[in-house]
């Protein structure tokens, strides 16, 4: 795992019983006119690997960023 507080992180997944599946994520943090974006990259090293894996299905993926979002309003708001 690499981290370059507070723009970025960089590590590797490795899926149980899928060693071939190995990925890199890197997830960037951008800050401009008082508003974060945030980039998330999952990197196969090949498109068979990856399709193989996940066929195109996110939607894991889209709700674990529906979570962090409504996360990060109540901490805004002060509810958590």
């Known amino acids: 795992m690499e981290i370059e507080p507070p723009t970025r992180i ?3 997944w490795v899926f149980e019983g899928r060693p071939e ?3 890199v994520e890197t997830i960037s943090l951008r800050e401009e006119d008082v508003v974060t974006t945030m980039t998330d990259r999952l990197v196969f090293k090949d498109r068979a690997r990856r399709d193989a894996n996940f066929g195109g299905d996110t939607q894991g993926v889209q ?3 529906n979570h962090l979002g409504d996360l990060l309003e109540d901490l805004l708001a002060g509810r958590a």
Do not use: D, P
Request: without cysteine.
């Open 63 to 65: 709700s674990s960023f």
């Open 21 to 23: 599946a190995e990925a």
């Open 10 to 12: 960089v590590k590797t």
